[in-house]
Nanobody, 115 residues
Framework: QMQLVESGGGLVQPGGSLKLTCEAS?????????MGWYRQAPGKPRELVAA???????SYADFVRGRFTISRGSTMNTVYLQMNSLYPEDTATYYC????????WGQGTRVTVSS
């Protein structure tokens, strides 16, 4: 099973930016996988935030469109999530996985948007 490690989270003020990184290992086929960034806020279900195909076509949830950008890294097995104009309601633990996820998750990275 593919191993996933998310990083880049932290505390940021409303209106600020963060860039999350997802590094995958344990697969030779990463470049062919559709990947996604998901988030889960306390007491809420996990939701898909952004997705990218193997051919780098991207899609976004309505609540982040225009603010977040998903991309694949030039280095092997990496996916990024650039998050701009952050709102307090973006506070959550963010995970990357395949899209759909096939129940394959990393430990996530915590994002807190607060003044």
């Amino acid at each position: 099973q593919m191993q996933l490690v998310e990083s880049g989270g932290g505390l940021v003020q409303p209106g600020g930016s963060l860039k999350l990184t997802c590094e995958a290992s344990g697969t030779r086929f990463f470049d062919f996988f559709n990947m996604g960034w998901y988030r889960q806020a306390p007491g809420k279900p996990r939701e898909l935030v952004a997705a990218i195909t193997g051919t780098t076509n991207s899609s976004y949830a309505d609540f982040v469109r225009g603010r977040f950008t998903i991309s694949r890294g030039s280095t092997m097995n990496t996916v990024y999530l650039q998050m701009n104009s952050l709102y307090p309601e973006d506070t959550a633990t963010y995970y990357c996985s395949r899209n759909p996820p096939y129940n394959n998750w990393g430990q996530g990275t915590r994002v807190t948007v607060s003044s």
